[in-house]
């Protein structure tokens, strides 16, 4: 029987869905030189991060926002989360990021699949319904306005960087093996057919140095190379 992982994901609890994005990010070292998670009460918007450079978050990064709920992410709700961002980053807590995900294991409403489509009426939208949709949310027994400071970062962000994440797409992606691995005793199969170099690679010649050194060791005499008999 075939396992459905998408399943098993969108079994997952908040918490545990959180851990396991971390995972599935910790493996993207091409694109991250560190993840963290930040989560609980004082998140600031954010629940999986991806800093692109040591500067971390004095640098360029990337939110992943889980969201696991009953049903797909509302319209209301992408607003109110990304409204988190501009507000945290007009207020000097860290820089827009780079790129946001919804991590939505139940998918995101048709609407939020139009904003994403089409980031300029995205941004448009943002200012035309921030009182409306966000101004009331982000803050417990306060209204948040549209402050200049907000206004700019709306402004400055790149809608087109923004994307969501089903738990069928996040669990075909290729980075997501090694936690399917971990968390579902996922099978990868057999490792691909290795080539075998004629002769010794450039990056090789300190490994293979130290073992000639080891041979020689053992031999009780020097090696020339690793050619030597």
């Given at each position: 029987?075939?396992?459905?992982y998408?399943?098993?994901?969108?079994?997952?609890?908040d918490?545990?869905?959180?851990?396991f994005?971390?995972?599935?990010a910790?493996?993207?070292?091409?694109?991250?030189?560190?993840t963290?998670?930040?989560?609980?009460?004082?998140?600031?918007?954010?629940?999986?991060?991806?800093?692109?450079?040591?500067?971390?978050?004095?640098?360029?990064?990337?939110n992943?926002?889980?969201?696991?709920?009953?049903?797909?992410?509302?319209?209301?709700?992408?607003?109110?989360?990304?409204?988190?961002?501009?507000?945290?980053?007009a207020a000097?807590?860290?820089?827009?990021?780079?790129?946001?995900?919804?991590?939505?294991?139940?998918?995101?409403?048709?609407?939020?699949?139009?904003?994403?489509?089409?980031?300029?009426?995205?941004?448009?939208?943002?200012?035309?319904?921030?009182n409306?949709?966000?101004a009331?949310?982000?803050?417990?027994?306060?209204?948040?306005?549209?402050?200049?400071?907000?206004?700019?970062?709306?402004?400055?962000?790149?809608?087109?960087?923004?994307?969501?994440?089903?738990?069928?797409?996040?669990?075909?992606?290729?980075?997501?093996?090694?936690?399917?691995?971990?968390?579902?005793g996922?099978?990868?199969?057999?490792?691909?057919?290795?080539?075998?170099?004629?002769?010794?690679?450039?990056?090789?010649?300190?490994?293979?140095?130290?073992l000639?050194?080891?041979?020689?060791?053992?031999?009780?005499?020097?090696?020339?190379?690793?050619?030597?008999?």
């Open positions: 029987m075939i396992t459905n998408a399943a098993r994901i969108r079994a997952l609890d918490d545990a869905l959180e851990r994005v971390t995972d599935w910790k493996r993207r070292t091409r694109d991250y030189v560190e963290q998670r930040w989560s609980g009460t004082g998140d600031m918007g954010r629940d999986v991060v991806g800093y692109v450079t040591r500067q971390r978050h004095e640098g360029e990064w990337d992943f926002q889980c969201k696991q709920l009953s049903s797909r992410l509302s319209e209301k709700a992408a607003f109110v989360e990304l409204g988190k961002i501009f507000m945290h980053s000097g807590e860290y820089r827009l990021p780079r790129g946001y995900t919804f991590v939505a294991p139940k998918g995101v409403v048709r609407n939020v699949q139009n904003f994403v489509a089409h980031p300029e009426r995205f941004r448009q939208a943002f200012l035309d319904r921030w409306e949709l966000v009331p949310e982000l803050v417990e027994n306060q209204v948040v306005t549209l402050t200049p400071g907000i206004r700019d970062a709306i402004e400055r962000f790149a809608f087109d960087s923004v994307y969501w994440l089903d738990a069928a797409g996040l669990a075909e992606d290729e980075y997501a093996i090694p936690a399917l691995v971990k968390w579902f996922y099978d990868p199969g057999a490792a691909p057919p290795g080539v075998t170099p004629d002769l010794p690679q450039d990056e090789e010649a300190p490994y293979i140095e130290q000639i050194g080891l041979y020689g060791e053992r031999r009780n005499t020097t090696f020339a190379d690793y050619d030597s008999q």
